[in-house]
């Protein structure tokens, strides 16, 4: 937000001066100006809280009284400088103790509430901020908030589907209402600003006041050095020992000295904000049978409303309830989840009667072969018959239905996610997205929009440090490489030496089972030691906004993942066996060939299978049974509390549950993390495995549906209740994963193409040149059914297009009126006669308002009297219009 102030220009004689090379002056007059400014920054801030204060006294008793509540929590250990007996952990001590002392008097300062409790050794100090900071900090952000008694005109007709939908499935009965940017002089027009508690939404309550609280800079409040700058940050530059880029030294005069820096300085352990309070109770189902669930008492407990309606399997996703309470970006995933799911149901019963037709298929050829040798097992008959009904002459169409669904979802995506940022009023966020608190500059120049003095970090050293992330993205590519060869090493070594001596099904076991077991494990060691490095590499390249920092995160994050998991598939399918050597793996002789079983198609199938269902089960250890362990470990293992190192660990109390506080309660519950960053990862690697491998494995639409089913209510679960709440975030979109999905269907159509021509049974009766033609054939059809379904979808409802124009009309004549008020006009409703025939063109013309004062009001007054006298044959109706007359 820019402040622009009148600066009294620079004297004649202090332009010679600067002439002449005295930079004193210069100097001076720079720190005139900034003092000029903050006083007129300071002024303007007094001016708004004095008007802000008179409009509600002005309203006096029709103003509900606010209520306090715990916006942001943060937790420090608690310290007796008096016990330590080092001097120089004494003295680090001292320093962090100023640090707190200084950004609580900061805090204090911004007009931020405090209170402190001690539990356990530790100490949490509830924050809590008023109303007016709120509204000062929303109009900073130009946050978006819904006027009164304007709802949005966005609603669909309704039908017979509609209404059963609706009264059986639909969870949401939230009013969709017209928004604009929060300015605290327009108070009056916003909806629900005679109730100060519930005007801002909890979850954005608390991302204002972290906002506030990351933005707070104790260089600005008269820190001295001593204070912070003893621990600046040390170089981050990795480059710096091969000379390439220069010391990052200045960091610590670059950095805001503000929460992200008490954080990492330890000044503070932890921060988080807490949940709702919930009368429900997730240990006591007999005492959540009699639980109210009438309007009221759901509105109030948002936790049990989501309980009733999320969890259930058979129940619309509540969106707008998932966004009020946990913000845009979640619900933006769960919306995109919900969207896949939906739309998975078509391929998935495509898939499914592939399979079985297969099957038949393959049954009846070991039937029919059976008669010549009878000694087989039954289990080597299954895994043959499930093998080989992958592979059979209608995968080819399969692959192509999945390839032009592929577009269909993106499609059906886009307009789904325009509908839900016009909604949620957050189609425009990222154009006036602040820089990350964490970002530092080594330059300053002239910022190019406010032509203020501003800090910025040079491209030459971006650059360089962009180089390096990726030379490490290669490095671990190699890696990753060096594991595929090393699974296929095994595989062959284990097929030559160990399958002669084993049966049919023991030689699959210690083969292809095994084998696949040993890549899938390689993928989760090394995709959970890059996830860590491709963390510290984002950091360290210091991207200016948060959507920059995410965006270079994703990249980083699936090009590692798509080597990771996708590596061995595309061997299988269009390497393995194909390269003769006579020298062999390692140089052992001809007979180590990594060959086939049977075919690579069948192989391909069931690492495909392999990777889909070892995926989920980190996730599934991590989040739902560690928790659950740590619950019951809590509950039953009380011995364990004198042991001072697992009492802080497991954040153990010895007080039953019933006279524990929220605050308490929320405590012993781990952090969520970066949620969606970890979600979309997993489903989009589901998504590309299903993508790029469709001709294989019919099953995998079947496989993701019931994954991602059981997963979305599991997360629902555990956000509502095993989890610490996770801060809001705003976003507009789903962000580089849509750009990265896109990608995925480009490939998918590729890679199914040589499935089909080169790995297929259906491709083996072609040579080469006819398979050559298969490939380019298969990709042309795929391509324009693509392209035509892209065409004739539109990424944006026609509904929401109009509901986009109205609202800005709604905007400026919501607006213009509140103006006129300003002036001194009123509104008043006038009565103008109109032809019948000229009826419909009148509703549709745009509304006008006619200004006027009382002596126009008397003069338009005699002209209508005048015109009543007239003959006229015309047929008249009456219709009002706006109109203003001075007070």
């Known amino acids: 937000m820019s402040h622009k102030n009148h600066v009294a220009p620079i004297s004649a004689r202090e332009v010679d001066d600067l002439e002449d090379g005295s930079w004193k002056v210069k100097r001076e007059h720079s720190a005139f100006r900034k003092e000029k400014k903050t006083e007129m920054i300071i002024k303007e801030k007094r001016q708004k809280a004095d008007k802000f204060d008179s409009f509600y006294k002005q309203l006096g008793s029709k103003v509900i009284p606010e209520e306090k509540r715990i916006d942001y929590v943060l937790v420090y250990p608690e310290v007796n400088l008096k016990e330590i007996e080092d001097e120089d952990d004494k003295a680090d001590a001292q320093r962090i103790i100023t640090l707190r002392e200084k950004f609580e008097d900061a805090m204090k300062s911004e007009g931020l509430l405090r209170q402190k409790i001690i539990i356990e050794d530790l100490v949490y100090t509830k924050i809590h901020c008023p109303f007016r900071r709120l509204c000062e900090e929303a109009e900073l952000v130009s946050l978006e908030m819904p006027l009164a008694g304007c709802e949005s005109e966005h609603k669909e007709e309704p039908n017979k589907l509609t209404d059963w939908v609706t009264k059986h499935l639909k969870t949401d009965n939230e009013i969709d209402m017209v928004s604009a940017p929060f300015v605290m002089e327009r108070m009056h027009l916003y909806q629900d600003h005679d109730d100060p508690t519930n005007f801002f939404r909890p979850s954005i309550r608390s991302l204002l006041t972290e906002h506030i609280l990351i933005n707070i800079d104790l260089r600005k409040t008269g820190v001295s050095g001593k204070d912070y700058k003893s621990t600046k940050p040390k ?77 259930k399997f058979f129940k619309f996703q509540p969106l707008w309830k998932i966004r009020n309470y946990f913000g845009e970006k979640i619900g933006f995933y769960f919306a995109w989840s919900g969207t896949l799911i939906e739309t998975l149901w078509l391929p998935m019963l495509f898939g499914f009667a592939i399979f079985i037709y297969g099957l038949v298929e393959s049954i009846k050829a070991t039937s029919s072969g059976s008669t010549e040798n009878e000694n087989n097992s039954t289990v080597s008959d299954l895994f043959r018959n499930v093998k080989e009904s992958f592979d059979n002459d209608v995968t080819p169409y399969f692959a192509l239905f999945i390839c032009v669904w592929g577009t269909l979802f993106i499609e059906v995506w886009k307009r789904r996610q325009a509908e839900l940022a016009y909604k949620w009023d957050v189609e425009q966020f990222e154009e006036y997205e602040p820089d990350r608190p964490e970002f530092y500059g080594t330059k300053q120049r002239v910022d190019p929009v406010t032509n203020e003095q501003d800090w910025y970090y040079p491209f030459t050293r971006k650059a360089w440090k962009l180089f390096l992330s990726t030379m490490t993205i290669l490095f671990m590519v190699c890696l990753v490489l060096i594991s595929v060869v090393s699974v296929i090493v095994y595989r062959t070594i284990a097929r030559v030496d160990y399958c002669p001596d084993l049966p049919d099904s023991e030689c699959l076991f210690v083969t292809t089972i095994v084998s696949s077991l040993f890549n899938a494990i390689s993928i989760l060691i090394l995709g959970k030691v890059y996830d860590i490095l491709a963390r510290k590499l984002t950091d360290w390249e210091n991207h200016r906004t948060q959507t920059m920092y995410n965006d270079a995160l994703i ?39 990594d060959n086939c079983e049977g075919t690579c198609m069948s192989q391909l199938s069931f690492q495909v299978m392999v990777l889909m269902i070892t995926k989920p089960l980190p996730k599934l250890a991590t989040d739902i049974l560690l928790p659950w362990g740590m619950k019951l470990f809590r509950k039953y293992c009380k011995c364990c509390a004198c042991i001072p190192f697992v009492k802080r660990f497991l954040k153990l109390n010895d007080k039953p549950k019933e006279e524990k506080t929220l605050l308490e309660l929320e405590i012993e519950k781990p952090p969520l993390g970066n949620f969606t960053l970890g979600e979309y990862t997993e489903k989009v690697i589901q998504y590309g495995l299903m993508m790029l491998f469709a001709a294989s494995f019919p099953l995998a639409p079947l496989l993701v549906l019931l994954l991602n089913v059981v997963d979305l209510r599991l997360d629902a679960w555990r956000m509502l209740w095993a989890y610490q709440r996770p801060m809001a975030v705003i976003a507009e979109d789903i962000g580089t994963w849509q750009i990265i999905i896109t990608f995925i269907n480009f490939v998918g159509v590729v890679s199914n193409a040589f499935l089909v ?104 007054r005699l002209k ?12 008249y109706h009456e219709i009002e219009q706006p109109d203003y007359t001075k007070r």
């Open 235 to 311: 170089a981050r530059s990795v480059g710096n020992c091969w000379g390439c880029i220069k010391d990052d030294s200045e960091l610590g005069d670059m950095q805001k000295v503000g929460l992200d820096y008490m954080l990492m300085e330890k000044v503070y352990t932890e921060k988080f904000i807490l949940h709702e309070e919930s009368m429900y109770d997730p240990d006591e189902k007999e005492k959540n049978k009699t639980l109210p669930t009438d309007p009221a008492s759901l509105k109030a407990d948002p936790r049990f409303d989501m309980q009733l309606t999320w969890v």
């Open 864 to 875: 209508k009297k005048s015109k009543k006298d007239e003959p006229n044959d015309h047929v």
């Open 555 to 593: 990249i980083k994050l699936f090009a590692f993942q798509f080597v990771n998991n996708y590596s061995s598939c595309f061997y299988i399918a269009f390497f393995r066996g194909r390269f003769d050597d006579d020298n062999g793996i390692l140089g052992r002789g001809s007979k180590y060939q």
């Open 757 to 860: 021509a080169f790995t297929a049974n259906w491709g083996e009766k072609y040579d080469t040149a006819g398979k050559l033609w298969i490939v380019i054939g298969f990709e042309h059809i795929v391509f324009s059914l693509k392209f035509l379904v892209a065409y004739l979808i539109p990424d944006t409802p026609a509904s929401v297009v109009v509901a986009l124009r109205k609202k800005r009309y709604q905007l400026e004549k919501v607006l213009e009126d509140d103006k006129m008020k300003d002036v001194g006009y009123v509104k008043v409703t006038t009565t103008t006669k109109v032809r019948q025939n000229d009826e419909d063109t009148t509703r549709n013309r745009k509304p006008r308002s006619n200004f006027v004062n009382e002596e126009d009001t008397e003069v338009r």
